[in-house]
Structure formats: structure tokens, C-alpha cells
């Protein structure tokens, strides 16, 4: 049974997460009064990448050629113990917040070291921008996971899910609203949407995330996207079955099934959320975004406070 | 005959021979060099027999020593590789085999300092080791800014050592005795309110070598103008003395029943870190940086030392010994990669010849070894899985964590979890810094004549940096294993006992698992699917190979200058933190008009504001008390000798 929960989610977290991609852009088109491009248009864009020719600037140096390889290879690596469907990961064994955390960190060094290597202003830009918007954003991320260790006393995301799964409906308390906030926050923020960086575009004005992957083409350039879809679907993960723990850890075939159904419900709904957000809001200004990260910080910390006051 | 004392000797051979040889061109250096690394290398052995045979075998020095000694000797035997190759940077200024007679001195006195067992040995091997790192310091000592340091340092360091001989003379006279096993006895025979005043006279003591914000100010004038190897030892080890004394006064001597020690080390620990790496983020000066970067993680040093003191005042003590050896193992890790780093910064400085990251850029294709150790390094330094940095930091983060679910009071439950928030902050922040760091010296194109002249380091220095960094990469994946070598130290917070599975860590909370972690499975998973990847993309991919060609830039030829620089690389955090750090700006230009201005100067700055609010008042009020007391001093001798027989009469009476 758990070879099989690795395989799917295995499958799930790489695979499926341009068809993510895809269902946000649907639904943001949707919600402008456009078609959009096709449910599918990622995968042809990785096809595309792999067909194409890579180049890289003549200054950079094998930290380039390195990098892509590296933020995949860290962000499968949180894919396996991340919960997925039916709440359970792919691997069992280990992973927790802090685990979590730094092999994100990882990725962001290499992405902001590459961003540096051609020695354009584009990517000193958004290297520096994204280095310090994701330190200001660690604290907040922790504290809100921390917020559910609390509860549920344990660190490893799969217990969490759980202990938070056997609270029933009871898990919606003042200290998980204000912590579910502070997440959707995060969750913009580090999948690089409106109102922190637009992803759309390839303006200096407006990018962090696509600024420092400005300079790859080919392969590399297929490795840098998808790993940020992988990033995404891990993060709307972590908000479905630990934020919103219900219909998870489910018994039986049919209980499997509902699993997989109420996952995929949860998970579009989140997506729909992120493309109404990003519909909603402009990008902020660039030096008003840490106002917001600051406020996701506070609403975790009130969080955490009134989790060991009520 | 043991290897302890085999060690010592070597060292002091090693002064000597640098001594006696100074009149020569190579020999003194080679000897020195020798001796200090059989030294060094006798001295790791000795620690790691008494740490493997558990306490007990040698009734002298006990696990707590035997590991400092292993944390000095493992850096000096790396620094004395290395400064075979870094010392020919002196040659023909300064004499080689008195720097290497000083390197002797310096490390045989802090090996004194850990296996000290009573007071007169530690402030005297204290003392030695401050003057002869001085006395390092002060190479270079025809420039004004190394004069300055220098003048700092030993101001600063003496003010330290008066708190502890005071606290030391005060705790001797409490416990009527001056060796340490008298000293032992302090927790059951003072009483709690002198023991806080102890308490707080060798904290101040301690933690202005340790470099703890306010008393942090000679480290970033200090380290950087010493010799690399010196900055490396310095801050890797020296720094690192304070912990160890601290260590030994809380947990030994005075007992761990007060809970406001603890807090107030994670106080101090937290403002630290977070100030510490705001301004190495400010910083263009690469030792500079690294030196902040040290009071950082000395911070973090303290938050982690701070818990175990606060848990095992609430008689947490299994906690409080995983929380202990949390400390030491970061320790540890700080020492290999900060000694790491400052080895290829002196790398850099040699070759290049400016420490400025303004002027360098580029360094990877001409020194690539040496960018490729400084990485490690780096990463290491980031707390980046799976090197040794993160191991030691996810167990901090354990600590701190389960102290905020256990401890009974709320309010140092949100403390802890408050010092956890600031050190996921630090750690973001520190891998902003490093990325920075290596970013600025080793990526795109140089930017001066220096750095585009600049040629592959020193054999000698490339054995030292690659022995650290596979240090790093070890102890990293082995973590588990050395947490195993440090269990005998738990007991130090009476009777504590850490269950860990082999190979892996595990935590247990109320019979089930808390939380988990395999490095070696990390670090297979990661290599492994990195090279598994590697081969599936480029036979899945069309072309296999990269075409090189210039950095587009809107169509005209890219130069150096368009690259980002430290100073507008740091200049969001300026922005966004202004508040702390009171940036300011002045934009100078000239021309013939105002609308097409010819010559142009911008110049930023920082106000570092505890200098502001907390030395500036400090120093006008001594200077004004001095100023009144300079009534007594008035130059002629007969007022003197009045002095002197006025004192005379007053103590006889006294007496009487």
C-alpha cells in the first residue's frame, strides 16, 4: 500500500503540476473575459524547452549550468514527504518544518546565485529582491507551521495533517483562522503571484522570480518552470490537507477514491483562489510588499499567541 | 606521560623554534608550521579518546574540555597548513617565524584555557591568549585602521577579563578555595542572590570575547585586519572560549535552578543574530562580513545555550542536554566553516589584493578550487541541508520547539518560540548574505585589474580549505554519529539521557514521533536524484550542449560596470529595515549646469546605533569624570608621597 501512495504521489507532485499551472492561468483568463491558453499549454511549453537549443552568457560560469538541476532535484525531494493524497506522503520515514523550509532555501540560493552569474542587471535585481522578500516571509512560514505543531505535537507533516485530521470539524478554532490567513499570504508570496511579483510578465519593474531566470533557454529553462510548478502544487498541498484537514485518512478502496476526489475539489479551489487574488489586486510597489509579509508575520504570531491563550 | 601534555610541549617548541630561528629566511617558518600541526594533530587525538571512552578515563580533563580541545586543535592544525602558504604574503615586510612562534603561542594558550581546572591557570592562559591574538592583530601595524583595531581590541578584551578576575576572586572567596572542585561546591553554598551577581559579572565577562551586541565592537574592526589565518582561529575558536566559559560557570559551577539566566542568554542571543547579520549585509569589506557573521551565529550560539539553561531550571533534562549538545555541535560547525571562509577570503586578499567585493567579481574561472571551497562554505554557513550548518541548526530548531510545548510558563514558552521565529529570520537573512559573498567575489565579470589578474591559490592553502569543507560535507552526513560522541557531555545538566536511534535522529514526545530526520538519506536522495536527473534531461533533451554567447543588454556590449554591485545588492534590506538602520545618502554632482552634471559622488553610510545611544554617552561620561579626577594628578612628586603615606596611615589604623 504505501508503494502505492509513492508512486501516485510521486506521479501527482511532478507531473500533475503543470496541469495546476494551467487550471490557474483558465481560471485568472476566465475571470478577465478571455479564452486563456489551453489546460494543458505547460506541458507543450516543457516539450518546446527540451527541443530547443540552451545558451548561456560567455561570463557565467558551471553555477549556471548547475543550478537547474539542483532546484529540482530539492524540490522533489520535499515533493516525497509532503502530504498529498489521502493526506499520507510519499515517503513516511522523515521530513518535517524545518526540513521543509531549508530545501526551499536551497533553492532560492542557487535560483539567486544564477540569477547573479550572467552579470546582468536584471538578475542582480531580482536576486536581491527575492533574498530579502523570502527572508522576510521565513519567520511568518515558520511561525504558521509551528502554529499547528502546537496543536497536534509533532513536527513531521504527515502526523500534523493527521492530528489535525482527528479534530474533526473542532480544528477550526481562532488560532487556525488567523494562521490560515497568514498561509494564503505565504502562498502568494512564494509562488511569486500578484501582488508580490507578476509571473506573467518579463518587465524589470515587475519581476522577481522570472528576473533570475531571465538568462536560461532550453532544457535549463524547462527544469526552472517546472520546478516552480512543482513549488506551487506543494504549497496548495500543504494548505488542503494540513489548513484544511478534511477528508484525509480515509480507509478502505472507496475511502481511497473520496480521498483523491476530495484533494483534487480542494486543490482547484485553492487555485481558483490564487487566480481571484491575482485578479483582485495590482502588483503592489515594490518597497509596499514587505507591509504585506509583515502582516502575514503578525497574523502568525497572534496565531501562536492564541493558540497557548485559548 | 599523556598526549595532553605531549601536545602543550610541541606547541611551546614550536614558539621557541620560531624564536630562536628568527634570523632565518625559511627555516623558522617550517618549523613553527610542524610544530603546530603534529601538535594540533596529537591534541584532536587525545580529545577524541577521552570523548570515545566516555568521562571517567582521565580524571582531569572531562568530556567538556576534551571536545574544545578537539574544536581547537582541528582548526589550528587546518590555519597551520594553510599559513605555509599565506605567510609568503609577509615575506620581506614582517618576519615569518615570529608570526609562526606567535600562531604557537596563541593556540597552546587556549588549550591551557579549556583544561584549566583552577583559576590562576585559566586567567593567565586567558590573558596570553588575548595578548598573543594582539599582538597577531597588530601585523600590519604601520597602517592607522590596524593601530585603531588593535587599540579597541585590547581595550575591549581587557574590560572583559576584569569582569571575570573580579567574579573569579569574588566566587574564591565565597568557596574558600581556588581550583574548580572548590568552585563546584558554589551551587549548594551561595546564596541565590550572589550567585545572580556572579552570574552577571561573567556573562559581561564573557560575552565581550564571545562579541555579543553592545560589546561586540571589536570583532568587526579586529578580525578583519589580522592575517587569515589569525581571523581564522579567532573567530572560529577564541570567540568560542566564552561559550566555554559560560559553559563551565553556569553548568558546573552555579547550577542551572534560575530560569532569568537562561532567558537573558536568549535575549542577548536573539539581538545578536539579528543585528549581527544586518550589518554583515551591509558590508563591501569581505572579512568585514564575515567577522559580523560571527557575532551572528555566536547569537545563535547563545539562544541554543540559553534553552538548555532555561530547560533544565524547569528540570526538563533530557531536553536540556539535547539543547546542550545542540550547542556544542554548532559550535563546532561554526568553527570549520567560518575558519573555512576566512581561509578563502585570505585566499582572495592574496591574489587579488583588495578585500573590497566592489573591486572583485569573476574569481570562479580564475580560481576555481578555491570558489568551489568558499561554496561549501557558504552553503555550510546558510544552513543548507545537507551540510553540517543545517544539521546543527534543525536541532536548535528541535529544542526550541519542544521548550515551547513543554515548558510549563506561557510566557517563556513564547520567548522560546519567539527566539525560533528570529533564527529562521537570521538563517534567511545569512543566506542572503552568502549569497552575496560568493555571488559579489566569485560570479560575473571583474571589476578591476587586481581581480582580473588573480591566479588560483597556494597548494598548501587548497589542502586546508578542501580538508575544512570536507569537514563540512562529514559532518554534516555523520551529525548523528558525532551527537553519539557527545552524549557523555549531557550528563553535565545532571542525569539526562538522549535516546537516539543509529544513523538517524529521532524525537519522542508522550510515545510517539515528534520528529525525524536522516541525514544520510538526505544527502543520498539529493546527490544521487541530482545525478539521476542530470543523465535523464540530457538524454531526453535535443542538444545536448550550451552555446556560449555575450549577456544580452539591450544590444550593446556588456562591461563590468552593469553588473550589481555588494552595496546595491544589500540596498533592499537598507530600504525596508531603515528604520534600524538609519541609512543615510548624500549625492554630490557637478557640472556646468545643473541639467548635465559632469562629476558625480554618491556616498552611503549606516549609523550604527548602539554606538550612538550606548558608547558615545559611555565615553563623554568617563571622559568627564577623568577630567574631575584629574584634580589628584597634578605632577609634583611631594603630592605623591603624601599620597602614598596618607594610605599607609589609614590602613594601619584599619588594621587596628
Known sequence: ?310 | MDLLFITKVLFILGALSGIILLKTKNIGKLTTVVFSSVASLCGMIFGVRILISAAGSDPNVDALSAFFVILITLLSFAASIYSYGYLEEYRGRKNLSVLGALLNIFVLAMVFVVTAKDMYVFLMAWETMSVASFFLVMTDYEKENVRKAGFIYVVMTHIGTAFIIFAFLLLAKLTGGNDFAHFAMANQIVSSQLKTVLFVLFLIGFSTKAGIVPLHIWLPRAHPVAPSHVSALMSGVMIKMAVYGLIRVVFSFLGTQNQFWGETIIVYGAVSAFLGIMYALLEKDIKRLLAYSSVENIGIIYISLGLSIVLASYNQNTLAGWALIATLVHTLNHAVFKGLLFMGAGAINKSSHTKNMELLGGLLKLMPWTGAFFLVGALAISALPPLNGFMGEWLIYQGLISAGIILPVVWAKMLVIIAAAVLALTGALSSYCFVKAFGMTFLAQPRSEGAKKSQEAEPSMLIAMGMLATFCILLGIFSPWLVQLLKPLAELSQNTQLDLVAGHFVGIYGGSKFTELNPLALFAVLTIGGLLLFNIFRSVARYKTIRRTETWTCGITPTARMEYTPTSFSQPLRIVFSAILYPEKLLTQEGKTVYFPEKMQYTTSEKAIYEDYFYRPLNRFIIKVSSKLRVFQSGQIQLYIIYIFGALIFLLLWAL
Not at chain 1, 39 to 46: G, R, S, T
Not at chain 1, 111 to 120: E, I
Not at chain 1, 126 to 154: D, K, N, Q, W, Y
Open chain 1, 1 to 310: 500500500m504505501t508503494v502505492i501512495y509513492a508512486i501516485l504521489n510521486i506521479i501527482m507532485f511532478i507531473f500533475l503540476a503543470p496541469l495546476v499551472q494551467g487550471l490557474i492561468k483558465k481560471a485568472k483568463a476566465f475571470l478577465q473575459m478571455r479564452k486563456g491558453p489551453p489546460l494543458l499549454q505547460m506541458y507543450a511549453d516543457i516539450y518546446k524547452y527540451l527541443q530547443k537549443e540552451s545558451m548561456m552568457s560567455k561570463h557565467a560560469s558551471l553555477i549556471f549550468i548547475f543550478a537547474p538541476y539542483i532546484v529540482f532535484t530539492a524540490v522533489v525531494t520535499v515533493a516525497l514527504f509532503v502530504p498529498g493524497i489521502n493526506g499520507r506522503p510519499a515517503l513516511t520515514a522523515w521530513g518535517d518544518i524545518v526540513m521543509l523550509l531549508y530545501l526551499f532555501a536551497l533553492m532560492r540560493f542557487f535560483m539567486a546565485l544564477a540569477g547573479l552569474d550572467a552579470g546582468s542587471a536584471f538578475g542582480g535585481m531580482s536576486s536581491s529582491r527575492e533574498m530579502l522578500f523570502s527572508s522576510i516571509i521565513e519567520p511568518a512560514f515558520f511561525l504558521t507551521l509551528v502554529g499547528l505543531t502546537l496543536r497536534t505535537h509533532t513536527m513531521n507533516l504527515e502526523q500534523i495533517a493527521l492530528g489535525l485530521n482527528k479534530f474533526g470539524w473542532d480544528v477550526v478554532s481562532p488560532s487556525h483562522l488567523l494562521a490560515l490567513v497568514a498561509a494564503i499570504i505565504i502562498l502568494v508570496t512564494e509562488t511569486g503571484r500578484v501582488p508580490v511579483d507578476n509571473p506573467d510578465t518579463h518587465l524589470e519593474v515587475t519581476m522577481i522570480h522570472e528576473g533570475m531566470i531571465l538568462e536560461y533557454s532550453g532544457k535549463e529553462l524547462a527544469l526552472m518552470h517546472w520546478s516552480a510548478a512543482i513549488k506551487q502544487l506543494i504549497l496548495l498541498c500543504i494548505l488542503a490537507n494540513l489548513f484544511l484537514p478534511w477528508g484525509i485518512a480515509l480507509t478502505g478502496f472507496v475511502g481511497f477514491i473520496t480521498s483523491i476526489i476530495v484533494l483534487g475539489i480542494k486543490i482547484i479551489f485553492l487555485s481558483i483562489l490564487l487566480a481571484v487574488i491575482e485578479t483582485a489586486f495590482v502588483k503592489f510597489r515594490i518597497f509596499r510588499v514587505p507591509d504585506l509579509l509583515v502582516m502575514s508575520f503578525i497574523l502568525s504570531l497572534l496565531a501562536v499567541v492564541s493558540e497557548y491563550y485559548l
